[in-house]
């Protein structure tokens, strides 16, 4: 199936119309004018066995979203019914990431709370004929199924007495079968034309240590005999989930009315996905497995902590989730419009500093010796009154060697030989000589500067170009970890059959540099991603020490994407 790219334009565009509530939002008005709800009550619940990703980000300000809206509650439910799998580890850290974005759930709990009353519910549901044991094994059960044209065989255990199987599987919990040897399936129709009707199965066995309850069951129940059954318990009016679930909806709904319980519904949205990105939570455990990223936290994973190491931060993924809205049709998102929010809040937000990436050195011939002039710059141009930083500037400077040009075109307007630039927040210097080492390679640019042209004191003269420099002396070493896109297919459900998604690996996603920074970079407490003037967004990260500064790339100014 090939997937419809919503281009960044197009969503661009979508986002300046006026909005208009989306599916979900006018089933809940509706639900509520009419009186069938009094109050919205939705509830997000990941498997805890993985970190979370970009698209349970999506999930998650749908689900919180939409209470926060009408003035309901959203509870955080994990969905632990596979015991192999899961881990407290991930627990923890679904929580950090859940309130990183901005939400707090109203209750904390866990389908294995629910074990109990799952439990009894099976009884009841044997009681009344409606559930038997299974001794068939999994591969027979598959091929009894039936197919979408082909009705399925009835197995040969499903007319066991109500006695029996109560017995039977008060047997299975109690340890007496092991693992494949018996379910329990529900009894509803192995004719029926939706195949998840045909007998689905209640619960397995399985002999594994469950992070919460232990060894206490030996019997779990499975996803579609779980998830609605909690929904209801809790009172969840709208319980939201990704398309795939359709047709299991019928289940849920009988179920519900099966057991006569509260009546909560669910209700499928699409799914986000984004070009050049991955977001099955198997794939990125093996990439974390195999060490072909240095962790969940790597900063080109889109989980929340990578994209949080990143520099992305939790206002822009709101503001990307609500401009890509909600639909019903499957989707593949450009990652250009996320990280167009990402720089979108991060301008309006960040500190700048200068940092020169490539240097070349710029001696101003005629700046007294030793002298050392303090300038007081903004730390946001959007704030020019607001707090400062100071910068100071020397005869010995550092630029980026981009910055300066031997044999420039007309319309460069930066610095080249006998031009003049303005050294940004100060002078303007004019290039009087050129110094090469032996191999031909620029080492330094001997220039003058005009002292009247001080930006306070001085008379307004305008140059064309303004650039980046630090001081050399005052100039602190950064590592910088510059990072681009992990994958270089920009629609990664389309891998060809003969490939892996591992062979779309970016070789290029991670290149190391170096900087030289301003030395108020290194004090700065924003807590967020600063602007390198003129390059990027770049974040400290955790690998940083007093004496080795690292910082990541978190994106560049301007989107220097093209279109192949
Ligand atoms: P994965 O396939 O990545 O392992 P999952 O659906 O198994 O994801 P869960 O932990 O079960 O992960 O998901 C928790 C909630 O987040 C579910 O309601 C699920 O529908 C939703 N969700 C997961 N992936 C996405 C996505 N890409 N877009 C929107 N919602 C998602
Ligand atoms: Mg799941």
């Given at each position: 199936?090939?997937r ?18 989306n599916?979900?939002?006018e089933?809940i ?12 009550m939705t509830?997000f619940?990941?498997e ?15 689900n919180?979203?939409l ?33 990183w974005?901005?939400f ?13 009353q ?7 549901l ?6 038997y044991?299974?001794?068939?094994t ?18 040969p255990?499903?007319?066991?007495t ?19 040897e018996?379910v329990l399936r529900?009894?509803?129709d ?18 594994a240590?469950?992070h919460r ?9 499975m996803?579609?005999y ?11 009016t ?14 849920y709904?009988w179920?519900i ?22 977001m ?20 080109r ?23 890509i809205g ?18 979108q ?7 700048r500093?200068m ?6 050195k ?13 300038f ?13 930083r ?19 075109p ?5 610095l ?11 002078y303007?210097?004019?290039?009087n ?13 001997k ?30 070493e ?11 297919l ?14 779309f690996?970016n ?10 920074a ?16 003129r ?6 990260d ?11 790339k ?6 220097s994407?093209?279109?192949?």
């Amino acid at each position: 199936m090939c997937r419809k790219i919503r281009t960044f334009e197009r969503l661009l565009y979508l986002t300046m119309e006026e909005k208009k509530l989306n599916f979900l939002e006018e089933i809940i008005e509706r639900d509520l004018a009419e009186g069938k709800v009094d109050s919205v009550m939705t509830r997000f619940p990941p498997e805890p066995n993985g970190y979370l990703h970009l698209g349970h980000a999506k999930s998650i300000c749908l689900n919180f979203g939409l209470a926060q809206k009408y003035g309901g509650k959203t509870n955080l439910r994990y969905d632990d019914t596979n015991p192999t799998k899961e881990d407290t580890e991930y627990v923890d850290s679904i929580k950090e990431d859940i309130r990183w974005l901005g939400f707090q759930w109203d209750k904390e709990l866990y389908a294995s709370d629910y074990f109990d009353q799952l439990y009894e519910w099976a009884e009841d549901l044997i009681k009344r004929g409606l559930a038997y044991v299974d001794d068939q094994t999994q591969e027979e059960i598959r091929l009894n199924r039936g197919t979408v044209d082909k009705p399925g065989t009835p197995s040969p255990w499903r007319d066991r007495t109500p006695e029996e199987n109560l017995k039977l599987f008060r047997e299975m919990k109690a340890g007496k079968y092991a693992e494949g040897e018996k379910v329990l399936r529900a009894k509803i129709d192995m004719a029926h034309p939706n195949m998840m009707f045909r007998d689905p199965l209640l619960y397995r066995i399985k002999f594994a240590h469950h992070h919460r309850t232990g060894d206490k069951w030996c019997i779990y129940p499975m996803y579609d005999y779980t998830h609605g059954q909690c929904d209801s318990i809790e009172h969840i009016t709208h319980s939201i989930c990704t398309l795939e679930f359709d047709v299991h909806r019928p289940l849920y709904d009988w179920f519900i009315q099966t057991l006569g319980i509260y009546p909560s519904h669910q209700y499928e949205f699409a799914r986000l996905n984004l070009t050049y990105t991955l977001m099955s939570k198997r794939k990125l455990l093996e990439l974390v497995q195999k060490g072909l990223v240095s962790g969940w936290d790597d900063p080109r994973m889109p989980t929340l902590c990578g994209v949080r190491r990143r520099g992305y931060t939790a206002q822009a993924l709101r503001m990307f989730c609500d401009k890509i809205g909600v639909s019903k049709r499957d989707q593949l998102m450009d990652i250009q419009l996320l990280e167009w929010c990402v720089r979108q809040d991060l301008n309006e937000r960040s500190n700048r500093y200068m940092v020169v990436q490539d240097p070349v050195k710029l001696t101003i011939t005629n700046w007294p010796e030793g002298k050392v002039e303090w300038f007081d710059c903004p730390l946001n141009p959007a704030a020019p009154d607001g707090a400062k930083r100071s910068v100071p500037f020397t005869g010995d400077l550092l630029i980026d060697r981009a910055d300066f040009m031997e044999d420039a075109p007309k319309k460069f307007f930066r610095l080249k030989p006998d031009g003049e630039v303005r050294l940004k927040y100060t002078y303007i210097v004019k290039c009087n000589e050129v110094i090469k080492d032996g191999n031909g390679e620029i080492v330094e640019l001997k220039c003058t500067y005009d002292p009247s042209t001080h930006p306070v004191t001085g008379e307004w003269r305008s140059v064309k170009g303004t650039i980046h420099w630090v001081s050399a002396s005052h100039a602190k070493e950064l590592e910088l970890r510059n990072y681009d896109r992990l994958f270089t297919l920009a629609d990664m459900s389309q891998v060809p059959e003969d490939k892996d998604y591992k062979d779309f690996l970016n070789p290029e996603s991670l290149v190391l540099g170096k900087g030289y920074a301003e030395p108020a970079l290194l004090s700065d407490a924003s807590g967020i991603a600063v602007q390198f003037e003129r390059t990027g967004y770049y974040v400290a990260d955790k690998d940083s020490t007093p004496d080795h500064p690292v910082f990541n790339k978190t994106t560049a100014l301007k989107d220097s994407y093209k279109p192949e």
